[in-house]
């Protein structure tokens, strides 16, 4: 524990968790525990997902939680949907409704084969997900969205993370105005949290080359009292946590790709839009991105944070 009466370092290797539980989700069909070396039998034959994202999700989702048990959570970039499920696995609110997703390597095998899989999880969140107001599939809705779930409820606590791809459109921009519009008196406290990974699917986005000065002054012209921080700094981030305001918003910078493969080919993957979606798409075929994949997998050390979080055999 720390200062700040915040387990720090539970935290951290929560993020490794599901980093590593999102990769699995988007590559595995097999070896889901890596209790032997990588082969291309262990890789699905379809690779669909979105990882660039997912990093950054669980960064925010941990924190949050770590502070706010009874916080509703609602995501603007579903495509990011591997590392909302997860989290969801890991606190067991999975396995509530999908009892085969129980938290076992039973259950790692079940949420692994069956995303982006026939009759299985699709590879966005869903009305199929447990919580899901605002699936994300079509950005622009979350903020609008957790505005509305805290009418009349003051006292919810309402978290949304907003894609900084997703604020480029005229909805999310538009529902920036609600924060003018609302009593917190009488209705719910919504912090809004903007994921700024500098990158969409194929290009920078706009407010990831936009300065802090910039940043800072659009979202106090909004009524925001706007604060940026380095989301790998966890403890920064809890420090900001902490001391929250009616109006508070929080710019959260990451990586796009954050603890992925830096150069795949020659490409630059990490904090880059080539990291968006499937950075190894060759994984089945290519003996070097398989390599790669591996590498990247045992890089988060799941055994052992498997059996340190008490999870059953």
Sequence with gaps: MNGLGINLGKINKRIAFCNYLSVAQIFLQDNFMLDRPLSFDDIKPRLLGHWGSCPGINIAYANLKARFLKMQFILGPGHGFPALQANLFFDGDLSEHYPEAARDQKGIAYICKNFSWPYGFPSHSSPMTPGVIAEGGELGYSLATAYGAALGKPEKFIAVLIGDGELETATALASLNLNKLLNFD??????????????????????????????????????????????????????????LKPNSFIIMKTPKGFTGPRYVDGVKVEGNCAAHQVPLPNAKTDPEQLKTLEAWLESYNFKELYHEFAFEN
């Design 186 to 243: 009488q209705n719910g406290h919504v912090l809004p949290i903007l994921h700024l990974n500098g990158y969409k699917i194929s290009a920078p986005t706009i407010y990831g080359r936009s300065s802090d000065r910039e940043l800072l002054q659009l979202f106090r012209g909004f009524g925001f009292d706007p604060v940026i921080v380095d989301g790998t700094d966890t403890e920064a981030f809890q420090a900001i946590l902490g001391n």
